[in-house]
């Protein structure tokens, strides 16, 4: 039922939102817009919020990261929603954004292989998975991957490359990984929303790279923890830092969201890849950080709002109820005060918000 | 009687009888023609005087005369207005695709890199990515297409031509996106299972062209499947063209002595050659626009086909794809906005190249009547 709310509702409030969005003005309502992937836990959100929070009115749209991002920066919106953080060429064009880590997922890797069984576990890692992705190893039976895994068969067929065709996050998490871990591909592709793909054939949507994969023998793909839940699908293991091959899943993606979190490295904005930075046995190297872009600029009785929704969502927010039912894993902000502190009273401008009183 | 001066309205008025006619023209517009018409009538002698009439005649002439004024102004103003709209979707597009123009000129159309990351843009894999499912749409929809419409229009029963002809004109209106699901249901495992590797099987062992990996989605699945969107296109403008041979043509033809198959191989596919290259050039721009069904089964890869099982990508499901993403890049946006112009170029030069070829085809008579480019 997600699945089909995540698809329909994008497509049908995309035009919408365009209008709610520019004439939003009142002190209590906001408009959210933007990651297609973050659209359904907004979506339980806003419900859930406007439920406990009667005069507030929450608009929720799916028109795409690179949406959220450039019309939160001009005002058009009051949050955009966006699965990759601000890179240095994004902040030096919207210096008046921040952004504020909101959930966790993740990009997995998903095949349909001829004649292996359902549940075999596989393993690769990075410079194997790029130079699949550059069309450089174009049999399943290669010796890189045969090496990899060493209990399996694999048959002599081709691998089919399949990616995504629409600008997505979960490209971007996917080619961060390969740029992280593969010297090559970082210098001839690197990551992109929608990097210019070698080989390989392209969908609109992770709903349509599934039903390609799975439609096509020989077919490798990736899709975020969600699409992996709803349709039971075999995911590979990832190599991480430490070299432990790791399968996605919310306790794994929340390993490597505490070590983040833990990491007094890691910046307060968490405007900073998670991907292949943390080390840890349990750590998938391929999660990443849900964001919400927020203009520093927005009139203040609206960042008021704006700083109480945010409150609400990393903390009550972040209960499984919403967060692991729509695909994602919860933030562990609740134990993280200091944390949660900086975000609403030092990267947000306004009045300061007593976290210990509830939203 | 004095000559006209005005238009039809002042010669209506000036011959017959002196009484003004029944229905005025654009009477609609006037509406208070029947008061000044009922006066004179009521004249006792029962023909209207001098006097009356001229004031009758001066009144509705200058009333009829305005409202011509009003509706000519009408016209104009919504002739103007398409003018216009053309002028800003083109001058819109130019400014908003300067920066790509500017920096890249004109190797944007035959430079094969389109990528984002790293600031480089050209059109070339994406052309030839239309090129191709245009192409592969039209050798597929023509023949099929005219074989059809002569067969309605010469060889069917009666109680046949009207169902097909109603499901046909149907075929042409189902939206899009109906197509493609249909190539993802239908035409992509049919090709991925039977029909690419029977050709990679036969003509791919001596021609690299056919082989490949069977995939189902590429530039076949695509060219056929927007190809079947096209057929219903060339083939009503074509039914009809053949219907509209005259007659005594056709009698002249049986009456030297030609069979039924000579007639209208002969005689009736030269007659409504026109029409069907208006068709067909109706159908180039529908396969070229075509963005929802290809963007399904075309397999969005951009690189340059080499066979005919290959993946491709085209402007237009391109723009569909990425555009949302592209407006965070003013560089990027740009380079999309350019492909949107050049296709919007090449359309407009295949219309002007159809007219100016039907012009000539056609001698000068019924020019613009079939088909229409």
Do not use: C
């Not at chain 1, 973050?38 to 507030?56: C, D, I, N, R």
């Not at chain 2, 102004?73 to 597009?93: K, M, P, Q």
């Amino acid at each position: 039922m997600k699945f089909v709310t995540r698809t329909a509702g994008a497509a049908a409030l995309a035009g919408l939102v365009a209008l709610a969005g520019i004439g939003q003005a009142q002190a209590a309502d906001i408009s959210i817009s933007g990651s297609s992937m973050l659209f359904p836990l907004e979506q339980v959100w806003s419900q859930a919020y406007m439920k406990s929070h009667p005069g507030t009115h929450i608009s929720v749209a799916s028109t795409g990261s690179g949406f959220g991002i450039s019309n939160a920066a001009n005002g058009n919106i009051t949050i955009g929603a966006s699965d990759a953080y601000l890179t240095r060429d994004l902040k030096k064009r919207y210096p008046s954004l921040v952004s504020i880590p909101v959930a966790f997922e993740d990009t997995q890797v998903i095949y349909n292989i001829p004649g292996l069984s359902k549940g075999t576990a596989l393993r690769i890692d990075g410079p194997t998975l790029a130079r699949i992705y550059m069309g450089k190893i174009r049999f399943w039976n290669d010796k890189a991957l045969r090496a990899l895994n060493p209990d399996v068969t694999f048959p002599h067929s081709r691998i089919k490359v399949i990616h995504r065709a629409d600008a997505s996050g979960t490209t971007f998490v996917f080619t961060d990984y390969l740029s992280q871990t593969s010297k090559k591909w970082n210098e001839e592709i690197g990551r992109d929303l929608s990097p210019a793909w070698p080989v390989g054939s392209g969908y609109n949507g992770s709903d349509a790279v599934v039903a390609a994969v799975m439609s096509t023998p020989g077919a490798i793909g990736y899709v975020g923890l969600g699409w992996i839940n709803e349709y039971h699908l075999d995911s590979m293991a990832l190599k991480n830092l430490d070299g432990y091959f790791v399968k996605g899943s919310v306790k794994t993606i929340q390993a490597a969201g505490k070590a983040a979190l833990h990491d007094p490295t890691f910046p307060d904005d968490f405007n900073q890849s998670m991907v292949w930075k943390l080390h840890g046995k349990d750590v998938y190297p391929d999660a990443n950080f849900e964001f919400w872009m927020v203009s520093t600029s927005l009139p203040g009785s609206t960042m008021k709002d704006v700083k109480k929704l945010i409150f609400w969502a990393l903390t009550k927010g972040q209960a499984s109820k919403y967060t692991v039912k729509t695909g994602f894993a919860p933030l562990p902000f609740t134990p993280l005060k200091p944390r949660l502190n900086k975000i609403l009273n030092h990267i947000l401008p306004g009045n300061s918000v007593n976290i210990e009183s509830g939203g | 009687m004095a000559v006209p001066e005005h238009d039809q309205g002042d010669t209506l008025l000036s011959h017959g009888d002196h009484r003004p006619p029944a229905v005025a023209p654009l009477s609609f517009l006037v509406p208070d023609m029947s008061d000044a018409a009922e006066s004179p009538a009521s004249s006792p002698s029962g023909l209207p005087s001098e006097s009356a009439l001229k004031s009758l005649r001066r009144t509705t002439h200058t009333q009829i005369l305005r409202s011509e004024r009003i509706f000519q102004l009408a016209l104009r103003l919504g002739g103007v207005f398409i003018l216009l709209l053309f002028a800003t979707v083109l001058g819109v597009s130019v400014v908003e695709a300067w920066p790509s123009i500017e920096k890249f000129g004109w190797s944007f159309l035959w430079n094969p890199t389109w990528n984002p990351h790293r600031h480089i843009f050209g059109a070339w894999t994406y052309l030839v990515g239309t090129f191709w499912v245009t192409g592969i749409a039209l050798l597929f929809a023509i023949p099929i297409a005219i074989l059809s419409a002569l067969f309605l229009s010469d060889y069917a029963p009666k109680w046949l031509v009207g169902g097909v002809s109603t499901l046909m004109e149907m075929l042409a209106g189902i939206p899009s996106i109906v197509f493609g699901a249909f190539g993802i249901i239908f035409v992509v495992p049919l090709m991925r299972d039977h029909v690419e590797p029977a050709l990679a099987n036969t003509l791919g062992r001596h021609f690299d062209f056919f082989s490949g990996d069977a995939m189902g989605y590429g530039i076949l699945s695509a060219g056929l499947v927007v190809g079947i969107m096209v057929i219903p296109l060339v083939a009503t403008v074509t039914r009809d063209s053949l219907i509209m041979v005259p007659r005594e043509t056709v009698e002249a033809a049986y009456a030297l002595g030609s069979t039924k198959a000579e007639m209208v191989y002969f005689v009736k596919l030269p007659a409504v050659m026109p029409g069907i290259i208006g068709s067909v050039i109706l159908g180039f721009g529908r396969a070229l626009g075509e963005t929802m069904a290809v963007l399904l089964l075309i397999g969005n890869q951009a690189s340059v086909p080499t066979s005919i099982q290959d993946v491709g990508y085209t402007i237009s499901s391109l723009l569909a794809n990425t555009f949302t993403y592209a407006v965070i890049d003013p560089l990027f946006s740009a380079a999309e906005i350019e492909l949107g112009l050049i296709l919007l170029v090449i359309s407009l030069v295949v219309n002007t190249l159809g007219r100016e070829l039907l012009l000539k085809l056609m001698g000068g008579r019924l020019a613009g009547s079939v088909g229409g480019g």
